[in-house]
């Protein structure tokens, strides 16, 4: 047994998980989960609708070059506008009511769209079920990448031009310095050693990390794009949330009454996180459709929704770094157990048996197992710690007064 | 005011306000729904039902600006609900009723706390999850970072915030709760929760506080100082209308009683007028209270 664990290719494991950290699907969740933050997290809002709001930016590029024929630029404003009308339709009926009402509005309201956009009666503007392909050209041929050439993360990659290195720096230094704090602070014992230790440790980690990371040239500048955008998203959204229309929003989610008898207007203030979140995930659906061209109607079903809200709760909710850390691991765990499992069924002759147990008898059923072990991970995390991650547990334990 | 003795209720300790307060209060007639010299809200005709149920039936009563006016009555007279028909939290099916001689019909709840306007709750509303100071910062009313495009540009709104936070500051330290300032407000004391909400609400400028049962749960000590909190806002200028249970403490606190019962508003007068009337005795205990309950039999 031992003897089919040294068999096994650690190498090519570490590489598919690191990959994964720091994928497409990683960040394009993470602009997802910063907007569901805004929404759930911050604001209190059930929504589960998140993949609609993902799906009007996923659209709203695809259909500058399927309908309207002009930039995918266009795509931006359009993908806002979009949001907000998907959020007033949303909001304006059941805002006002329980956020239970909300939660079954969205989640409806969200495969009507999906169903509208693969409809056969609207494919003139949608394409129907075989969704909008090959467009944003002007957008992944203008890049300083070889699209055969293999690129990382590591910022002293041989590929990597000066820009790209102070960027990378940039970025890995001032993630792991919030990251290492906010871990700190939650730690007992000699706090200020820790404030300067964890950070210096978490970005020795994030930088071996990155080097083992392998990236095809071809979405390369959609995935550094967006991790920009994730950063710039996250960095405004950590801003607004201090600000006094941050406070206001964290108290409707704890008491609306409260608040309106304060004098704000709460109605207006729901509708506008709705919006802002939505807004946000645009952002998510716009970049993943643009770092393969092409707009699938079916990436954005209620599965979507769920595993967006999956990663936020494992970051751990009301933290910008927990919604940016949370799809992280969550694409690392998925894609770890999944290259795990295979590479086990390879070492083991095709067959997985524990004390005579056939438990995966081909490389099909290794799916099926990924998604089985992430909701026991998630059970687990529930129980042991249902703050998530990064969330708090003083906060946490105030719930139940 | 000139030397002339005030003998309203004999209280020594009077403040000059609260004399001043009372002595307006001198004149007014004993009556339910009797007019005020200088009323800061009028209600007139204003009626709630819940499906057969009159809950509120108020023909016209009116506050007196600059005093402490205590609603008091049975449980289920409608004391809560006429809070929230005033302040736009429930709407009455017909009325009309007015604060400042500003018509509040169709003035949504937010927009009267604006106006000088603001309650507090009979199960207190601490935002458990937010620290004592951001509670406090919450209810200042006109923030400019509250618009969201202003969120992102703190230079927009920082010296006001700073502004806010001493004024919040200044209000923990009068209400004790400076000790507390940083911890989570879900962990205060039920007593110090009632204290937050005051102080809360005090955030928003008001001229016309109204407090929902503010001693319930509350300790006695705790209460005797939530008492010289009261009389404290009056000094300052501002009207008070509170609903309470504890006999005693509307005796000893306010300037004129109003009496509800089963909706309706059965009687009004000084605490010492209310005391000894027949009519408020009997909504309370019932009108066979005295007698034997074999007599009836």
Redesign the interface.
């Known amino acids: 047994m031992l003897a089919a664990f040294s068999d096994m290719n650690w190498q090519l494991i570490a590489t598919a998980t690191l990959t994964a950290v720091f994928g497409v699907d990683a960040m394009y969740f993470a602009i997802a989960a910063i907007g569901l933050n805004v929404q759930f997290g911050y604001a209190g809002l059930l929504n589960f609708g998140q993949a609609g709001f993902m799906a009007c930016g996923a659209y709203a590029i695809g259909m500058t070059a399927h309908y309207w024929n002009i930039s995918f630029w266009w795509g931006i404003p359009m993908a806002i506008g979009y949001a907000t009308v998907f959020g007033l339709i949303m909001g304006i009926p059941t805002l006002r009511l329980r956020s239970d009402y909300l939660a079954i509005v969205t989640i409806a309201l969200a495969e009507l769209l999906r169903l509208i956009v693969r409809s056969v009666t609207f494919k003139k503007y949608f394409n129907g079920s075989d969704g909008i392909n090959g467009f944003g050209k002007t957008f992944t041929e203008e890049t300083p990448f070889n699209p055969s050439g293999k690129y990382s993360l590591w910022p002293f990659d041989q590929n990597a031009n000066l820009f790209g290195r102070v960027m990378l720096l940039l970025i890995f230094s001032v993630a792991s310095v919030m990251v290492g704090r906010m871990i700190a602070d939650r730690l007992r014992g000699p706090r200020e050693k820790l404030r300067v230790i964890l950070p210096v440790v978490i970005f020795a980690l994030v930088m071996l990390g990155a080097k083992q990371t392998e990236y095809g040239g071809l979405g390369f500048k959609s995935l550094i794009v967006g991790w920009l955008v994730v950063f710039v998203i996250g960095a ?1 959204i950590y ?2 949330m201090r ?6 929003i ?2 409707i ?3 609306e ?10 109605y207006s203030y729901k509708l ?1 996180a709705l919006i ?1 979140g939505g807004a946000i995930a645009t952002f998510g659906g716009m970049m993943f459709s643009l770092s393969r061209g092409s707009v699938q109607p079916d990436n954005y079903s209620r599965d979507t929704t769920f595993f967006v809200l999956t990663a936020l709760v494992l970051g751990g909710l009301a933290k910008v770094t927990g919604s940016i850390v949370g799809p992280m691991l969550y694409w690392g765990i998925s894609q770890f157990i999944s290259v795990f499992l295979f590479e086990l069924t390879q070492a083991w002759g095709g067959r997985v048996e524990i004390f005579g147990v056939p438990l995966i008898t081909s490389s099909s059923q290794i799916g099926a197992w990924v998604q089985g072990l992430l909701g026991l991970m998630l059970v687990l995390l529930m129980v042991f710690r249902p703050q998530g991650l990064f969330g708090n547990r ?2 946490m334990a ?2 139940g ?1 | 005011m000139d030397a002339e003795p005030l003998t309203v209720n004999g209280s020594a300790d009077l403040s000059e306000v609260a004399r001043v307060a009372r002595g307006a209060l001198e004149g007014v007639p004993a009556t339910p729904g009797a007019g005020k010299p200088d009323p800061i809200m009028t209600a007139v005709g204003v009626r709630r039902s819940f499906g057969g149920i009159v809950a509120v039936d108020v023909d016209r009563v009116e506050i007196q600006r600059g005093s402490i006016t205590a609603l008091i009555g049975p449980n289920g007279a409608g004391k809560t609900t006429f809070f929230n028909l005033m ?1 736009g ?1 429930d709407a009455p099916d017909t009325g009309a009723w007015s604060f400042n001689g500003t018509s509040l019909e169709k003035v ?7 106006m000088g306007m ?4 009979q199960l207190t ?6 620290s004592v100071i ?2 406090m ?3 200042a ?1 006109g ?6 495009w ?3 540009l ?1 230079f927009r ?1 920082r010296a006001q ?1 700073t502004a806010i936070e001493a004024r919040a500051d200044e209000l923990l330290a009068r209400f004790s709760l400076d000790h507390m300032r940083d911890e ?1 407000a ?2 205060l004391s039920g007593g110090q929760r009632k204290l937050l ?1 005051m102080s ?2 005090l ?2 400028n008001p001229q016309l506080v109204m407090l929902d049962e503010p001693m319930a749960g509350v300790n006695p000590a705790l209460k005797q100082s939530l008492n010289k909190h009261i009389r404290g806002l009056r000094d300052e200028g501002m009207t008070v209308l509170f609903v309470e249970h504890d006999m005693d403490m509307v005796h000893d606190l306010s300037d004129w009683v109003i009496v509800m019962a089963e909706g309706r508003i059965i009687a009004e007068g000084t605490p010492d007028q209310i005391s000894s009337n027949t009519a408020v005795i009997d909504a309370y205990l019932g009108t066979n209270q005295g007698k034997s309950l074999l007599e009836d039999m």
Request: charged share 30%; glycine share 10%; hydrophobic share 35%.
């Open positions: 405004l801003m607004l600000s006094p229309w941050g406070r206001v964290k108290g989610r704890e008491d009454e409260a608040v309106r008898s304060l004098g704000k207007n709460i506008q802002l003083k906060e105030l719930d007064r | 302040t939290f949504a709840a937010h927009r009267t706390a604006a603001v309650r507090t709750f509303k601490s935002l458990t999850k937010m951001e509670n910062k919450l209810g009313t923030q400019r970072g509250e618009k969201w202003n969120g992102v703190p709104w915030e989570y879900g962990t909400e809360r609400a955030m928003t």
